[in-house]
């Protein structure tokens, strides 16, 4: 670690772990909910659990980002954080605004909430991933804003390399497109097309700069490859990814009220969007197999070209399976949505996150470059469950989703909602168990920073691949 | 290696692409605004229709629903329920009907306790909503 | 240095080129396969297109293309003026074919045919529109090399930026030579 101010990082990539593990119980508990309908009814509904888990999810990837920028702009840009207390005290802000959101579903009705936090005023509340009250949606846009300055007068003081400033553009981005989640119509179509100006300009947008730029950081710390190359190839895929996901938020636009235009533009240009998931994982297993180093932390490398592999499928593959409009007619709103949506969630977001925190908290603890032998076996052996938990969640809510397309949608006898979703009921037991592996898989993550030990060097060090 | 792919044309291209992509975008996403009346049904979006709106957004309606295909995947589609259930009648009667304690064993709705007025608007709201040209979507009734 | 090395230009604007290129096969793709279910519909909107207009188009963009590969002949021997005038005749023609085809869609707007009215038209104005913008993000790359070739900032030995700007404007002028015929005049 060689500036200071790094350090302000740990703070963020803790809660971020911890949001993370909340995340997961309330996973556990709709998923429970799903199969025992009247789970922990009426005190916590299925939509307040749901809410907890999303927004728990989006704060969680929220707080990793910060760290992840706390950490390496400067790293990057070769000089201190502009305001280390800035940070702090960001940090206690969001966490308190975040864990009093969470509270506040919890032990208030959603509709006392609503009133409690004057959204009649500005009504933004009630969409999802938008819950938060229009208050809570305010202070997240003051903390990005003081997170920006803080993170963009380092870049403007420093050394400006690719890495950084395609960091902070991403970053700028998710930051403006989240304003649109203040503009909420009376109009439905209107309300729809522009909240995906919020949610596809973010994960299959803007938020793919910052998975791309944190990517290639880790990879020129571990491989030792030339920056040059490394910041080459990064442009060439954030250009994929825009060039295919701007358009590409037609696919979003088939059935919703606007144009049939849509159903072509969206199709052709979102059966695209992979491309760069593709991209990525090749440029990940290139760079490692370039390396002109054994890097002792073969933990985050394992996290890297997790990442990218994991995308490519999550968000790659599983996407495309779904995006073509004639498809999208019969499986539009199924369980085959929630397949892809969490494998891609996973893949792309949640395992960049893990693979800086991996990269970078040795470093802040004291470490030269990487934890014990004994720490990094245990940090792969969870890598491993929590992917192939993963894996088998998103297979299951795969079948469950043929299964319903094929019952509710395609036959010429089409059964109703409720009968279909007892039909598929075994898919979502066998869900839930793979969903009990991945969190064990996330307590054996979290022990490892609890074993210690000689640290790992680079002669001795173990090779993931 | 330099001299075929420099890093400055990545650049360009990603700034150039990205300036490109945003404008077509902006030209399709204009030419829908002009679209939008024809399709979204706002000949019947009233003062009721609106209130209507609210009490779904206040109520997270979408928490355990979908409209038009997207919300939670736990309880049925209702861009249709207008039609699947009978109209406005059909509507309220089964939102008035939901047990406090729920059904046990099966996934439950909560009782909200709405009044007879909210129950309109909210019915209003359903109405209005199936009457947008979703170019045939859902592919039946069950939605 | 820069040899006689294929493909001409930065390999980057390559795999960019290779990108438009799928989406467009696929759009193209996407039209016969369409037509084929909707032929009644899509001749008689066919016939409505002005073709001696498009004809113009064609043959700005062809000379264009010609102009362009005069200004790359130029550069590799040396001659930057030379070079500059025949980039800024490219350009005059890339704007006449942007005036010529923007009269074409107001000549459509006024009469209220748009990107809704039909599944021909919805064809039509998507592949034009896209290719046109790729004619505008053209004329712009030329001007970018044309400053720069002007101020002297190509020679014989390194004119990489020419040839990466001409092979844009040779693809550009590729789509349109088969957009042409798809649209306009195959029944």
């Not at chain 1, 309908?37 to 916590?44: Q, V």
């Not at chain 1, 509710?408 to 010429?412: P, S, W, Y």
């Given at each position: 670690m060689k500036f200071e101010s790094q350090k302000v990082a740990m703070p963020y990539f803790i809660a971020a772990i911890g949001l993370f593990v909340g995340q997961i119980l309330f996973g556990l508990i709709i998923g429970l909910q799903y199969v025992v309908?009247?789970?922990?009814?009426?005190?916590?509904p299925f939509n307040v659990a749901r809410m907890v888990h999303t927004n728990l999810l989006i704060v969680w990837l929220l707080f990793g980002f910060m760290g992840a920028a706390y950490y390496l702009v400067p790293e990057e840009t070769e000089?201190?954080?502009?305001?280390p207390k800035l940070a702090i005290l960001m940090f206690w802000v969001f966490l308190v605004a975040g864990a009093l959101t969470i509270l506040g579903y919890l032990l208030v009705p959603y509709a006392g909430l609503a009133q409690m936090t004057g959204n009649e005023l500005l009504p933004t509340m009630g969409r999802e991933f938008l819950e938060q009250p229009t208050i809570t949606k305010i202070g997240i846009v003051i903390v990005a804003l003081a997170f920006l300055f803080n993170i963009g007068m380092t870049v403007l003081k420093g050394r400006k390399t690719v890495v950084s400033l395609v960091l902070f553009i991403g970053l700028v981005g998710l930051a403006v497109f989240f304003l649109f989640s203040f503009y909420n119509p009376d109009n439905l179509v209107k309300d729809k097309f522009y909240w995906w100006w919020v949610v596809h300009l973010w994960v299959e947008g803007v938020w793919e700069l910052i998975m791309g730029s944190i990517l290639a950081f880790v990879l020129i710390k571990t491989t030792g490859v030339d920056r040059e190359i490394i910041e080459k190839w990064l442009y060439i895929i954030i250009a994929m990814t825009l060039i295919t996901g701007i358009?590409?938020?037609?696919?979003?636009?088939?059935?919703?009220?606007?144009?049939?235009y849509w159903q072509w533009w969206g199709s052709i240009f979102s059966a695209l969007e992979p491309i760069p998931f593709f991209m990525m994982t090749v440029f990940a297993f290139n760079m490692v197999n370039k390396r002109r180093r054994n890097h002792p932390n073969q933990a985050a490398v394992l996290w890297a070209l997790g990442t990218a592999v994991m995308a490519f499928l999550g968000a790659g593959v599983w996407g495309f399976m779904h995006t073509l409009a004639p498809v999208n007619y019969y499986t539009?709103?199924?369980?085959i949505t929630a397949a892809h949506g969490h494998m891609a969630f996973y893949g792309a977001y949640v395992m960049i996150v893990l693979a800086m925190i991996s990269y970078s908290m040795p470093l802040m603890r004291g470490r030269k470059a990487a934890n014990s032998n004994k720490s990094q076996v245990m940090e792969m052996w969870s890598f491993w469950l929590m992917t192939i938990s993963m894996v088998f969640i998103t297979l299951f809510l795969t079948g469950a989703g043929i299964l319903q397309t094929w019952l509710?949608?395609?036959?010429?006898t089409p059964q109703p909602f409720m009968v279909v979703q007892d039909q598929v009921s075994l898919f979502y037991w066998m869900r839930e168990i793979a969903g009990v592996f991945f969190l064990i898989g996330l307590v054996v993550y979290i022990a490892s920073f609890f074993v210690g030990g000689e640290e790992a060097t680079e002669s001795k060090a173990r090779s993931s691949v | 290696m330099a001299d075929t792919f420099t890093k400055d044309m990545a650049r360009n291209i990603f700034y150039g692409g990205s300036l490109f992509f945003f404008l077509l975008f902006l030209a399709l996403s204009y030419d829908t605004n002009s679209a939008l009346p024809e399709r979204d049904n706002r000949q019947n979006l009233t003062e009721t229709v609106a209130k209507g709106k609210l009490l779904w957004e206040e109520n997270n309606c979408i928490g355990c629903h979908t409209l038009l295909g997207e919300g939670a995947y736990y309880a049925p589609e209702l861009g249709n329920a207008y039609k699947r259930l009978g109209g406005k009648d059909g509507i309220i009667g089964f939102i008035k009907s939901r047990p406090v304690e729920g059904i046990p064993g099966r996934r439950s709705m909560p009782q909200f306790n709405f009044t007879d007025e909210e129950l309109d608007a909210i019915a209003e709201f359903l109405k209005y909503s199936s009457g947008i040209n979703t170019a045939n979507w859902p592919p039946n009734i069950q939605g | 240095m820069n040899e006689k090395r294929y493909p001409p230009g930065d390999l980057a604007i390559w795999i960019f080129i290779l990108a438009e290129l799928l989406v467009f096969a696929i759009f193209f793709a996407s039209y016969a396969f369409t037509r084929a279910s909707h032929v009644e519909l899509f001749n008689i909107h066919q016939l409505q297109l002005d073709t001696d207009i498009a004809l113009v188009n064609t043959l700005a963009l062809i000379t264009s293309s010609y102009f362009v590969v005069r200004a790359v002949k130029a550069i590799s021997v040396g001659k930057r003026s030379e070079c500059v005038k025949w980039l800024l005749g490219a350009i005059f023609m890339g704007l006449i074919f942007l005036v010529v085809k923007s009269v074409e869609y107001a000549h459509h707007y006024s009469n209220g045919?748009?990107?809704?009215?039909n599944l021909f038209y919805m064809f039509y104005f998507s592949l034009t529109f896209f290719h046109y913008m790729h004619v505008i993000m053209g004329v712009v790359i030329l001007s970018v090399v044309t400053y720069k070739g002007y101020s002297g900032g190509y020679s014989a030995a390194e004119h990489t930026g020419i040839e990466t700007g001409a092979s844009y404007w040779h693809m550009v002028d590729l789509v349109w030579l088969i957009l042409f015929p798809l649209v306009y005049v195959m029944r």
């Open positions: 309908g009247d789970f922990l009814f009426p005190e916590i000089t201190e954080l502009h305001s358009v590409g938020t037609g696919h979003h636009y088939y059935w919703i009220g606007t144009p049939e539009h709103g199924t369980q509710q949608r395609f036959t010429e | - | 045919i748009n990107l809704r009215t």
